[in-house]
Structures are given as structure tokens and as C-alpha cells.
């Protein structure tokens, strides 16, 4: 069955960028998406990318496709001290509609 | 902006009660999806619907019913609660088009 994978954190400086990784093993992945999570909230859209893309970049934030290795990275330029969170990575395709989730990268960061 | 409500947000009841948990969407959306996710983070499918009188199961096993009689409600039921139902209920709903997907707040239950 459709599965993703994602370390589970990351720690990084204030200003430093982040990169946060992400592998699925659905070959027909339509859409992949990424999104943050803050203490006691609902998820938050950031952003996500059709599977024909291999870069999307929406202001500090870029995402990186490699379809054939089915890895999916997010990139926050100058990481700051707001940005701390659990980031979800989820896949889906036009087959079931469903959503899978990976299981969340917190990311500290750290004045 | 995403027009996806969740009511309550928190909720404690005591074993045994039955309780419902409300879902509305005003964007029209025909996909919709209950979730529960762990105290460690991780997110689990229990529930989807693709439109009105459409309801699936999701990947994880769960108590819990729902229903979808109009477009913008999909409401999830536990007929009588137990305390390993503890958990946060996240609900979402989807474009026609498979693009977007949009969460409400959450429903943190706790049940004694």
C-alpha cells in the first residue's frame, strides 16, 4: 500500500536555512503537499506541487521534486524562530482521493 | 482562507456517553475526511466521503460512524466512548479537482 516516510526532527539555527525530507512509494502520486502543524492547531496548507513539477518556490519556501526517486524535500530560507512546528508531508492520487500522511518532522528552531 | 469548522474544539465526557463531533465546510468541497492523530504526532485515515450518501472506512480501524447528508456536514459519532478513544479528531476537506486540501481546528477529545 501507498506508505511515507520522514525523520522525525530536525533542530537548526535562526537564519540558517531547513531543509525537511520526505519519501512516498506511490508511483501514481498525483499531488504532494506540505503542511505545518502549531501546538494544539489543525494543519495548516502550505504549499504542495503536481506531480509533473520538479520545483515550486513560494516566497522563503521551496519544494523539490525527484519523482524517480520519489523523494519530496521542503526548503524554509532564514528560518526563524516562528517557523517552529511539525511539518507534514502527504501524498495523494486521482485514483482514491485519499490523503496519506508521513509522520511529521518537528522542526526547533533555535535563536 | 480555508472555511472548515470543527465543533468543539475541546471536549471531556465520561465512559460510556455517546458523542458527536461536527464537521461543516462552506466551499462547496465533495471529498471530505475525518482523522485521528496520536499524541505522537502521527495521522490516520478513519474516515472519507467523495459526496452526499458516499462513506468509506479509512486505514485505521475505528469505533466510530458517519454520515454525509448534505454537502457541507460530515459529522462522526461514537455511540459509547471509551477511554482509548482519547485523542485529536481532525476533519479536511478537498477541491473537485484534487488540489487543495483544507483542515479544521481539531477536536481534542478526552474521554474518563
Known amino acids: 500500500g501507498e506508505d511515507v516516510e520522514q525523520s522525525l526532527f530536525l533542530s537548526v539555527r535562526e537564519g540558517d536555512s531547513s531543509v525537511i525530507n520526505c519519501t512516498y512509494t506511490d508511483s501514481s502520486s498525483t499531488y504532494l503537499y506540505w503542511y505545518k502543524q502549531e501546538p494544539g492547531a489543525g494543519l495548516q496548507l502550505l504549499t504542495y506541487i503536481f506531480s509533473n513539477m520538479d520545483m515550486k518556490q513560494d516566497q522563503r519556501l521551496t519544494v523539490l521534486l525527484n519523482k524517480k526517486d520519489k523523494h519530496l524535500s521542503l526548503r524554509i530560507a532564514d528560518t526563524q524562530t516562528g517557523d517552529s512546528a511539525i511539518y507534514f508531508c502527504a501524498e495523494s492520487n486521482n485514483q482514491g482521493g485519499k490523503l496519506i500522511f508521513g509522520q511529521g518532522t518537528e522542526l526547533s528552531v533555535k535563536p | 482562507e480555508a472555511d472548515i469548522y470543527q465543533t468543539p474544539r475541546y471536549l471531556v465526557i465520561g465512559t460510556g456517553k455517546k458523542i458527536t463531533l461536527e464537521c461543516s465546510q462552506t466551499?462547496?468541497?465533495?471529498?471530505m475526511y475525518w482523522y485521528q492523530q496520536d499524541p505522537g504526532m502521527e495521522l490516520h485515515l478513519i474516515h472519507y466521503?467523495?459526496?452526499?450518501?458516499?462513506?468509506e472506512k479509512g486505514d485505521l480501524s475505528s469505533e466510530s460512524t458517519v454520515s454525509r447528508i448534505r454537502t457541507e456536514h460530515f459529522p462522526l459519532t461514537l455511540e459509547s466512548a471509551r477511554p482509548s478513544h482519547t485523542s485529536q479528531y481532525l476533519c479536511?476537506?478537498?477541491?473537485?479537482?484534487?488540489?487543495?486540501?483544507?483542515f479544521g481546528q481539531g477536536t481534542r477529545l478526552t474521554v474518563v
Open positions: 479536511a476537506s478537498r477541491t473537485r479537482l484534487n488540489t487543495e486540501a483544507f
Open positions: 466551499m462547496g468541497h465533495d471529498k
Open positions: 466521503s467523495y459526496g452526499v450518501n458516499s462513506t
